[in-house]
């Protein structure tokens, strides 16, 4: 079955460049996604990429994906203290699948 | 810009009764979701619906759980007899090419 794995933690300083990883282990994946979950609050979609790119960009968000690894990150630059929050990478196999998603990786960031 | 809205925010219920988590789903989307996570935990599927009826299920949605679009609008989850560990925040999603998900509904089983 699918499984998507991340790290459980990050601690960065403002200003600083983040970046969070996540490996997943169904070849057949085509969409990963990255969501973020403040305290308290539901899941916000940040950013997405389908499998057939390598790097998609927006704004202080950078995506960048291995399939070779299925190895996914998502680069924060200048992160704010407003970034604190839990980051999940999640897999879909096609548009209207269900998503599975990894454990969530909980930043700190730190004036 | 459009949302998923869900109510309640916070449901508190006894062990053994029924709770009916509503959703209010975007409204030209077409594929309806309920996700579960229990505290610490990771996000887990229980159930997609498309066109009236469900597309798929995870082994987590047994017959306890149902899933209903009763009047058009509204997205409804019923759990028929609640279990403690029952006990997590419910998330409703929707899609247009990607999901956007409601701001959850915390149940609390006592």
């Known amino acids: 079955g699918e499984d998507v794995e991340q790290s459980l933690f990050l601690s960065v300083r403002e200003g600083d460049s983040s970046v969070i990883n996540c490996t997943y282990t169904?070849?057949?994946?085509?969409?990963l996604y990255w969501y973020k979950q403040e305290p308290g609050a539901g899941l916000q979609l940040l950013t997405y990429?389908?499998?057939?790119?390598d790097m998609k960009q927006d704004q202080r968000l950078t995506v960048l994906l291995n399939k070779k690894d299925k190895h996914l990150s998502l680069r924060i630059a200048d992160t704010q203290t407003g970034d604190s929050a839990i980051y999940f990478c999640?897999?879909?196999?096609?548009?209207?699948?269900?998503?599975?998603f990894g454990g969530g990786t909980r930043v700190l960031v730190k004036p | 810009e459009p949302e998923v809205t869900q109510t309640p925010s916070h449901q508190v219920t006894q062990m053994g009764q029924e709770v009916i988590l509503r959703c209010v789903p975007i409204s030209n989307h077409l594929y309806f979701y309920w996700y579960r996570q229990i505290l610490g935990q990771k996000v887990e599927f229980l159930v997609s619906?498309?066109?009236?009826?469900?597309?798929?299920k995870s082994e987590i949605f047994d017959d306890q759980f149902s899933v209903e679009r009763p009047d058009g609008s509204n997205f409804t989850l019923k759990i028929r007899s609640t279990k403690l560990e029952d006990s997590a925040m419910y998330f409703c999603?929707?899609?247009?090419?990607?999901?956007?998900f409601g701001p959850g509904t915390r149940l609390t089983v006592l």
């Open positions: 999603a929707t899609i247009s090419g990607e999901q956007f």
């Open positions: 619906f498309y066109n009236n009826e469900i597309s798929e």
């Open positions: 990429i389908f499998s057939n790119m």
């Open positions: 169904d070849s057949s994946s085509t969409y």
């Open positions: 999640a897999e879909s196999k096609a548009a209207g699948n269900k998503l599975t």
